[in-house]
């Protein structure tokens, strides 16, 4: 017998998409999940730009974080121009990356993610029985988005952050209003590792190398090495090198792989697996106390992964703004040269990358982004491969469900929201 599980097109993800899985006598013939971004161009016409320029223009590429595409294009851009920001402008930047992870990781946790353990087709729909779970998604993410207004002059696309540092940095009354809601959000973080701990969650495992940024003193986001569950250990300039792209017939979007050959995983998961004993103390034990270990290897346990960085943040957020001094210069300027420079942050899906190399006048002549999505595709596919027998002996309505849920682990977009799925099952 054989029978064919084919999704026609995949809505709300990150570009299109379609999925299509073969089985003849029970094994797994083909599964093709192929991503069809379409052209953004965005790498083209920063061609000819002015490196002071690229920070604001590489923003627009996502609305959720924008933070780390300004980030990643700023430290890379820095080394190139001989600049060196100094650690009170680096804790500002620390902090308006929190806030963006808390705001990003807060509405997939509980908006797009939590209905899928839960058994509902949407938030809105969760919220008639749930209204808890919503409340506390938008207690979290309008305090990080508070943050990044503060910080950044407005939560979508900041304006403030640029090559050298910012245009302006807050005084310490701008956000010692952020203190006043601080019990509530603290509990609300904290609570929320009790909560996803206690998920029922698929069994999935596969033989994974996960890969994230690890800083010799703090939970890696702004900088760090390259790190591996295998034993990668490298500087960051050095990700062109570990981490080849390469494509496949049924899909115009790149995926990376280490060496050429070996899949890998970035993102919350990767990074509690290689920075789990950086996460501040009062999570590390509440984790052991909901029954958590290291590491995390069921990809359906991400969520898990997640909350776990939204209560650091959180703790680390209410440190750095209660100590917080304004200071002393906003940013640092450099001096147009000829050059080139590679930088690495972590964005909420993972390891965002930029390559830029620019002219003795400072315009760009060459640049190289490449976003989490791209590096976790393969994982994908081969997650809903390790599914497939499964899924051939669900209903289409089970089977559809199912594989939502495992591409949203992954969380590949925000748009990446309830029903991107159309699935047939076709029977011989």
């Known amino acids: ?29 083909s599964l093709q999940l192929g991503i069809f971004e379409p052209p953004r161009f965005f790498e083209a016409f920063l061609v000819g730009r002015s490196y002071l320029e690229v920070p604001d223009i590489t923003a627009r590429i996502c609305g959720i974080c924008p933070v780390a595409y300004q980030m990643s294009s700023a430290r890379a ?9 100094p650690e009170d402008v680096k804790i500002v930047r620390r902090l308006l990356y929190l806030g963006e992870w808390i705001e990003s990781h807060a509405l997939h946790v509980y908006m797009l993610h939590a209905p899928d353990f839960l058994g509902y087709e949407s938030a809105l729909e969760m919220a008639k029985d749930h209204a ?11 305090w990080g988005n508070r943050i990044m207004e503060i910080l950044g002059g407005r939560s979508v696309h ?7 540092g910012f245009h302006r940095c807050p005084k310490k009354d701008e956000l ?15 609570d929320a590792i009790d909560w996803a701990a206690r998920l029922d969650f698929p069994s999935l495992r596969r033989d994974v ?12 986001i702004v900088e760090g090495k390259i790190r591996s569950t295998a034993g990668i250990d490298a500087p960051e300039e050095d990700f062109s090198k570990l981490f080849l792209e390469g494509q496949v017939p049924y899909s115009t979007a790149l995926r990376y792989s280490i060496g050429g050959s070996k899949p890998y995983v970035v993102g919350p998961q990767a990074r509690v697996n290689v920075n789990h004993d950086r996460l501040a103390p009062e999570v590390q034990d509440r984790a052991k106390e909901a029954g958590v270990s290291f590491p995390i290897e069921n990809p359906y346990m991400s969520i898990i992964a997640r909350v776990l960085e939204v209560a650091h943040s959180v703790l680390e957020a209410e440190e750095i703004i209660r100590e917080y001094k304004q ?27 930029h390559r830029y190399i620019l002219d003795e006048k400072g315009i760009v002549k060459k640049a190289n982004i490449v976003p989490p999505t791209a590096q976790n595709q393969t994982s994908m596919e081969l997650d809903l491969l390790e599914l497939a027998p499964s899924l051939a002996r669900m209903t289409t309505e089970k089977a559809t469900l199912l594989c939502e849920q495992t591409v949203r682990n992954y969380d590949p977009c925000i748009s990446c929201s309830a029903h991107f799925l159309k699935l047939h099952l076709v029977s011989e």
């Open 1 to 29: 017998m054989s029978k064919e599980i084919k999704v026609d097109y995949l809505a709300r993800v990150e570009g299109e998409g379609a999925l299509d899985i073969k089985l003849k006598d029970g094994k797994v013939e």
């Open 327 to 353: 200071p002393r210069a906003p940013h640092v300027n450099g001096k147009p040269r000829a050059g080139e420079g590679a930088a690495i942050t972590e964005a909420p899906r993972g390891m965002l990358f």
């Open 77 to 85: 851009l820095e080394k190139i121009v001989g600049i060196s920001v």
């Open 209 to 220: 190398e996960y890969v994230a940024l690890r800083h010799n003193k703090e939970y890696a």
């Open 158 to 164: 900041p304006v403030s952050p640029r090559v050298g």
């Open 176 to 190: 010692e209003p952020l203190l006043s809601e601080i019990s509530d959000v603290k509990k609300t973080a904290m």
């Open 132 to 142: 808890d779970l919503v409340k506390a998604a938008l207690r979290l993410k309008r």
